[in-house]
């Protein structure tokens, strides 16, 4: 098991609940697939450096948890078909 923290930009023009609800899709994908989320910040809305997709801002999540490599490809995996996620972004802690 090795430690990773994935951060991801989520588009801003969902709503609360919409947002906390991707949030918790990639909560539960990490338990299911034998993480463990060591820690989740929501730092929210920011200003984003240029602008993406249109967006001038976005809504920043950061996961810190431990897994195998598998979980972590999953996780990005399913993050590039999303479409409310404008960029991710996984490194792996440690070592």
Request: glycine fraction near 8%; hydrophobic fraction near 35%.
């Amino acid at each position: 098991m090795r430690q990773y923290e994935t951060m991801f930009i989520v588009n801003p023009t969902l709503e609360a609940e919409q947002t906390s609800g991707l949030v918790q899709k990639y909560q539960t994908l990490i338990s299911e697939q034998g993480g463990q989320i060591d820690e989740l910040q929501e730092i929210g809305k920011r200003r984003l450096a240029y602008e993406i997709e249109g967006n001038r801002e976005g809504y920043y999540v950061l996961f810190k948890y431990t897994a195998g490599t598998d979980v972590s490809k999953e996780l990005e995996r399913v993050m590039r078909i999303d479409e409310n996620v404008v960029r991710y972004l996984t490194v792996r802690v440690g070592e």
